[in-house]
């Protein structure tokens, strides 16, 4: 499970068994994108292994480069594929000119690439102060690229697809994840499906394989500026065009005070811009465009999610920031605190409607289990309170039965398992209070398999309490 991993682990991400990039080697230009916010070039490293190298952009710090690494790494350790991206500072002189090379001209053009777009890149590329250069060598997908994967319907080429986009689970909680970073351009555009290949015939046509999907293209997370002010102040709090917002500030002449109008560059100035803690509202965050999936998000799917980030602790976020190389230790303690802070409102904030319990497991009678909210430090001030109940089927509905609350090892909260005779069916539900704050009930369903033995078939959270036979 993902909470599982350790921070180094971590930290390595998608690269795991990725071949080093050598940059005391030589580096072949075999293409390139010189335009754009983020320019870059199609590298072949000195073990022939294929990169895409992009650089910071015109803003000339380092956030780009530091969130395309970052935000690859967490949504891996979510749970979803992504390139594997590396830092890399290195001296102009190792790249070599491909023969033939091509670029892309803005209008979508191939054109021979040239020494002149090679500089006029190199212009977006953050310099240190000892000469080297600053970029994200980002490794080649395996597979064949199929085109992005949207955020509705099905891919009519895949017959695996069999669930709507906007119906999983895994893309409406990627909503909370990206508020996260403030990935507000989590869109069809930054993903990529690969076809992989696993048997078959030498024509598409013939082949055997798979589709695998991946999230690609983070660089605009961690407070993107743009041209213009009054957008990048917007980002994580309005769509790029939101006919609500622009209604109502127009009846209310303005009047009405926008978490935009509020925001305030940090210690770091205009490397992390907007990108703060203070205004961040994790029930209110806003994709730069609709989001398909985003806007089905249930309560289910963003506890979902933040159960998932309650994984990553404080020493997860330190192993990250520290894939960076940022050569400024203000600046990594700055995204340090930002990440940290963000992370922590979104668990108490979704913690707050569901139940926070979860993992549950049977030992010795006992079903134990995991309070992340306790875990994370992300409780409401007070005691922690544990309290239980139980119920069997009898009949139509439940009858309620004696649950006895107990400590478990490692200060897991453990709730006694009634005994209900084997081949029965129980109930279980637990609750983790605050000093005058009841908590939300989690229901865990188990079978009792023999003396002393259950095994767990399922878990719900409720926003109130019920009978497992009663729905809200």
């Not at 983070?218 to 609500?244: A, K, N, P, V, Y």
Request: charged share 25%.
């Amino acid at each position: 499970a993902t909470h599982d991993f350790t921070p180094e682990r971590v930290a390595i991400g998608p690269c795991e068994g990725a071949p080093p990039l050598d940059v005391n080697a030589e580096w072949t230009i075999t293409g390139g994108k010189p335009n754009g916010e983020n320019p870059g070039f199609f590298i072949k490293g000195q073990d022939g292994s294929r990169y895409l190298l992009k650089f910071d952009g015109a803003a000339l710090t380092p956030r780009a480069t530091a969130a395309d690494v970052v935000g690859t790494r967490i949504y891996w350790a979510a749970g979803f594929n992504t390139p594997c991206n590396r830092i890399v500072l290195f001296d102009r002189k190792i790249l070599k000119m491909k023969p033939g090379a091509m670029a892309e001209s803005p209008g979508g053009q191939k054109e021979p690439m040239t020494e002149a777009m090679v500089d006029a890149a190199f212009e977006r590329a953050l310099r240190l102060p000892d000469g080297r250069y600053r970029a994200n060598a980002s490794l080649y997908l395996k597979g064949r690229p199929i085109g992005p994967f949207k955020y509705e319907n099905t891919r009519d080429d895949d017959p695996n697809d069999v669930v709507d986009h906007e119906d999983r689970r895994e893309l409406r909680g990627a909503g909370v994840l990206a508020s996260w970073l403030n990935h507000f351009d989590s869109r069809e555009q930054n993903s990529l499906d690969m076809w992989m290949k696993t048997g078959g015939g030498d024509t598409p046509e013939t082949e055997v394989g798979y589709v695998k999907h991946h999230y690609i293209d983070f660089g605009d997370c961690f407070g993107s500026q743009w041209e213009w002010d009054s957008l990048s102040r917007r980002w994580g709090h309005s769509h790029f065009f939101d006919g609500e917002h622009i209604v109502g500030d127009f009846f209310s002449l303005g009047l009405v005070s926008r978490p935009w109008d509020r925001v305030e560059f940090g210690p770091s100035g205009t490397v992390f811009g907007y990108y703060d803690v203070e205004q961040f509202d994790p029930g209110a965050w806003f994709n730069l465009y609709p989001n398909p999936a985003f806007s089905r998000m249930q309560l289910d799917d963003a506890a979902w999610m933040a159960r998932i980030i309650a994984g990553f602790t404080d020493a997860h976020v330190e192993a990250l920031v520290a894939t960076t190389k940022l050569q400024d230790k203000a600046l990594a303690a700055e995204l340090t605190r930002l990440l940290k802070g963000r992370r922590d409102k979104i668990l108490r904030h979704w913690f707050g409607r569901l139940s926070p319990l979860a993992h549950p497991e049977v030992q010795d009678g006992r079903v134990c289990l995991r309070d992340l909210a306790a875990e994370s430090n992300t409780l409401p001030e007070g005691r922690r309170i544990y309290s239980s109940k139980a119920w069997v089927p009898d009949g139509q509905s439940y009858r309620e039965v004696s649950a006895t609350w107990k400590a478990g090892g490692e200060g897991r909260p453990c709730v006694e398992i009634p005994d209900v005779g084997v081949g029965n069916y129980v109930v279980v539900e637990a609750r983790a209070n605050s000093t005058g704050k009841p908590g939300k009930p989690a229901h865990v369903h188990l079978y009792q398999t023999g003396a002393d033995a259950y095994r767990v078939v399922g878990m719900e959270r409720r926003t109130r309490f019920e009978r497992p036979d009663e729905r809200p």
